[in-house]
C-alpha cells in the first residue's frame, strides 16, 4: 500500500479587537467561518489521499473529481482570509510609508488616491467574492481583480498585495448590504500598509 505525506492546516489566529467600523462580533462569526474552510481543506486533503492511496483515484469517477473541483473553493477561502486579517490592524489606515510599495502604486496608477478609488469601485462589484490588488512579478505592475466566490478570477502567479473579503458575511452586521461603501471605507481605516509592503515581489 502507497503511504502518502499528509499535511494538515491549523488555523491561525488574529487579535483584531477594536477595529474602526467593523465590530468584534463580526470577526468573532468571519473567523468562525475561517476555521471551516481550514477544516474543510483538511479533510478534503485527507479523503483525496484515501482515495489515491487506495487505487481509487480516477477522473472520470464523479466522487473524485468533485472532490478534487472543491478543493480550489477550499484552500482559497482559506488563504485568501488568511491574507484579509494579516492585511488590517488596530490603529491602521491612513497612507502608505513603505517607499517600494508607494512607488509601485504610483507607478501603475498615478496617485495611492487613484490606487483606492480603483480598488474601492472593485469592491463593490455586484455579487459575492474579494477584491485584490496583485502584483505582477514579471513587470512590478499593481492590478485589482475582482474574485468570484474563492477561487475564480485569480491570477496564477500574481503575487496578492492588498486583500478585502466582499463577502456580505464580512459587514452585514454592522451596515445594509447596500451600505458596502460604508464597510470599504472601514476596511481602508484598518489597513496595515506595512504588511502589504511585505508582500511586494522581488521582481519589484
Ligand atoms: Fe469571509
Redesign the pocket.
Known sequence: MMTLTQHSYTPKKWDLSGLQGISDKTLEI?FG??EGYVKNTNLLNEQLSELLAGGKAAGADPHFAELKRRLGFEYN?MRL?EY?FDNMRRGGGGEPSDPKLKAALEATFGSVETFKRDFAAVGAMRGVGWAIAYQDPANGRISNHWITLHEDGNVAGFQPVLVM?A?E??FLLDYKPAERPKYIEAFFSNVDWAVAATRLTKAA
Do not use: P, Q, T
Open positions: 468571519h467561518l475561517y477561502g482570509h484579509y473579503d463577502w458575511h464580512a
